[in-house]
């Protein structure tokens, strides 16, 4: 008895999690997660099972030269529905925002609670919500002077930006700033701020 309970934690602990990524741009931070797949930062625990786009972008290249199995899904009505039968057909266990810009309905983020986290390019609460994104956040940021601003990786909930935050990494923002420059900023620590976050909910404690 007591051996075949050891058998069942050791298929427990060999168990990859299987994640989907949602995408609409550019892609740089679905790169940033195929790279660290690549080089063993998740200690092979961690698989793209899919990749989700609601438009053509460049992300669907690079999923498709990384050989990912992949999906452009319409930005009508049916949206949720859509991504909640090709997660749940792949087996998928998290469901990544890497600059997703769709809006998921409430059902969809009930039914995936604690199963979808978010990359957003400001520290939450500030500058979050519909219609807060991309270089309308770094432009709201210039705008109000603010001496600060971050990443931040969330939870997901029918709330837009208003879920649990996971992890945060702030900076000083330069009186010089530009776009250009807060742009390059956001994109260069919200990699490793992504990838810290996944490789905690991939390998729990061992992170
Ligand atoms: C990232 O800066 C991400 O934080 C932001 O979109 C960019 C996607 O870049 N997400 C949001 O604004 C979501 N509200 P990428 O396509 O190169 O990964």
Not at 33 to 60: H, P, Q, S
Not at 143 to 164: F, I, L, R
Not at 182 to 201: C, D, F, V, W
Request: proline letters at 2%.
């Amino acid at each position: 008895m007591k051996r075949r309970i050891n058998i069942i934690n050791k298929l427990a602990k060999i168990k990859k999690m299987n994640i989907a990524v949602l995408v609409s741009g550019s892609g740089s931070n679905l790169q940033a997660i195929i790279n660290a797949i690549e080089n063993g930062y998740f200690e092979g625990k961690l698989t793209i099972k899919a990749v989700i786009a609601d438009r053509d972008c460049y992300a669907i290249e690079r999923a498709l030269d990384a050989e990912i199995d992949t999906w452009m899904v319409d930005r009508g009505p049916a949206l949720s529905k859509e991504i909640d039968n090709i997660c749940s057909d792949n087996d998928i266990d998290l469901i990544v925002l890497a600059g997703f810009l769709s809006i998921l309905d409430a059902e969809f983020c009930q039914k995936w609670d604690k199963q979808i986290i978010n990359l957003h390019p400001s520290l939450l609460p500030k500058y979050g919500g519909m219609g807060m994104y991309g270089e309308k956040v770094h432009t709201a940021v210039l705008a109000n002077e603010e001496k600060h601003s971050g990443a931040t990786v969330h939870y997901v909930t029918a709330g837009v930006d208003e879920g649990e935050i996971i992890t945060q990494e702030s900076f000083e923002v330069p009186e010089d700033a530009d776009l250009l420059w807060l742009k390059n900023k956001i994109s260069e620590i919200e990699k490793p701020l992504l990838l810290s976050a996944l490789k905690k909910i991939a390998l729990g404690n061992k992170a």
